[in-house]
């Protein structure tokens, strides 16, 4: 099992930056890939990024340029460092990780990341 917990969002002005952090923890020597999803007002859940075992990067085209993510292997950290965020980008943001044979999905709580116009 894989376990995962997310630091807070925030409110933050459009323009500006904001790290969100996610922590895992188990069994993680299974973890293939680390995900960031998000799922705004009346949208379904999409993927924002994705970093592989092997370090190679994933990005929506919307966030391309702006988003950055990256692992901290010593501390079983993902970050999601946020810059020139919108008011599109205000959403519940899920930390994800697929583990396992079979890429088993296990998920964060959710935070929410609120950015004002």
């Known amino acids: 099992q894989v376990q995962l917990v997310e630091s807070e969002g925030g409110l933050v002005q459009a323009g500006g930056s904001l790290r969100l952090s996610c922590a895992a923890s188990g069994n993680i020597g299974s973890i293939n890939a680390m995900n960031w999803y998000r799922q705004g007002p009346g949208k379904q859940r999409e993927l924002v990024a994705r970093?592989?075992?092997?370090?190679?990067?994933y990005y929506a085209d919307s966030v391309k340029g702006r988003f950055t993510i990256s692992r901290d292997n010593a501390k079983n950290t993902v970050d999601l460092q946020m810059k020139s965020l919108k008011p599109d980008d205000t959403a519940v943001y899920y930390c994800n990780a697929e583990w396992g044979w079979r890429n088993f999905n296990a998920w964060g709580q959710g935070t929410q990341v609120t950015v004002s116009s």
């Open positions: 970093i592989s075992r092997g370090n190679s990067t």
